[in-house]
Each structure stands twice: as C-alpha cells, then as structure tokens.
Nanobody, 134 residues
Framework: EVQVVESGGGSVQAGGSLRLSCTAS????????MGWYRQAPGDQCELVSY???????YYADSVKGRFTISQDNAKNTVYLQMDSLKPEDTAVYHC????????????????????????????WGQGTLVTVVS
C-alpha cells in the first residue's frame, strides 16, 4: 500500500505564499502521476494540479499563473508552490496518485458526507488545511 504524506499547509494573508509537499512511498514516476485536489467547506473536490511522469503538468484555470507544481524524482516528492493566494483558495488540499495510464484525471470528484470519493485514484492523502485570510 502506498503511503502518502502531505505537509506545508497553514494560515496566510491574501497575497501571500505557501508551499505544499507530498511524499509517497513506495512510488515511481515511471508508472504514476501525482497531483493535488482541494475541497472547500460544502464544496466539491476540485483538481488543482498534477504532474506526469513526463513532467507535463496541468493547472485548473482558477490557479493558472499563481501555482506551480514540481517534482523531485529522487525523493518521490511533489511540491505545490502557491503564490498570490486568495481567500477562495481556502480549502483542504489532498495529495493524490493516479496511474499514468488513461483515463485522465477527473477534474472534479463527487463527495459523500463531506468526503471526496476517490475510486478513480490509486492513493489519497489525509489532507492539509490552507487558510487564506483577507
């Protein structure tokens, strides 16, 4: 079973920055992609960004130009640098792992009882809270 550990959340003022980290073990970028979903209170689970084994990346329109995803293959770690944070970025951010094979990453996940339904994903982290205050 893949263990996923996230860190880096916290509280920041609008316009500030945070960097999230996600380390997975065992993990190989040869076979899987790693990314981030977020869930605001009472909201759906939204795909924020992911990076593939070929270092191609995806960003949700809401974060393009502000967030940057990167990977350290030797450490099995992905980073999400979040700049120019806005109050609407407040959410629990979950690290996720998906096979590099199709189908593509779901842009939204259904939720039940406030929990994201992750059947399309291989692994899911417990989440780290990001709070942006105005």
């Amino acid at each position: 079973e893949v263990q996923v550990v996230e860190s880096g959340g916290g509280s920041v003022q609008a316009g500030g920055s945070l960097r999230l980290s996600c380390t997975a073990s065992p993990f190989s970028f040869d076979d899987s992609d790693m990314g981030w979903y977020r869930q605001a209170p009472g909201d759906q689970c939204e795909l924020v960004s992911y990076i593939s084994s070929r270092s191609t990346s995806y960003y949700a329109d809401s974060v393009k130009g502000r967030f940057t995803i990167s990977q350290d293959n030797a450490k099995n770690t992905v980073y999400l640098q979040m700049d120019s944070l806005k109050p609407e970025d407040t959410a629990v951010y979950h690290c996720a792992i998906k096979s590099a094979l199709p189908p593509p990453w779901p842009e939204r996940l259904q939720s039940r009882g406030g929990t994201c339904l992750t059947r399309h994903l291989e692994s899911w982290g417990q989440g780290t809270l990001v709070t942006v205050v105005s």
